[in-house]
């Protein structure tokens, strides 16, 4: 028995282990509604002023045209932007 093929089998074994993939990051789904924005459609196309009388969940983000937020991704924050016209135009998760 021959000692030699186990010498070269481990950093092969290791090369191997090496080139495993790596897990992809989890990407945004468009179908999922993690903030219950599907609940909220029904202000699309109201006035801006509507969302002063209202409760949303914690962390809800009412955003104008020229307003700065910030690009994290929080799937579970729900967004209201409304346009210059001061009407609601969209209500998302991203």
């Known amino acids: 028995m021959s000692i030699f093929p186990f010498p070269l ?3 092969a074994a290791i090369l191997l282990a090496a080139c495993q993939p790596l897990p992809s990051a989890p990407t945004p789904d468009a179908s999922a509604d ?3 924005a599907s609940g909220y459609q029904g202000l699309v196309g109201q006035p801006r002023g509507i ?3 209202m409760t949303f969940p914690v ?3 009412v955003i104008g045209p020229d307003d700065a937020v910030t690009a994290d ?3 579970d924050r729900l967004n209201i932007e409304y346009g210059r016209s001061d ?3 969209k209500v998302s998760c991203f």
Do not use: H, K, S, V
Request: proline fraction near 11%; aromatic fraction near 6%; charged fraction near 35%.
């Open 9 to 11: 089998a481990l950093p």
């Open 73 to 75: 991704f929080r799937p």
């Open 59 to 61: 962390g809800t983000r």
């Open 51 to 53: 969302t002063d009388q």
């Open 87 to 89: 009407r609601i135009e």
């Open 34 to 36: 993690q903030c219950r």
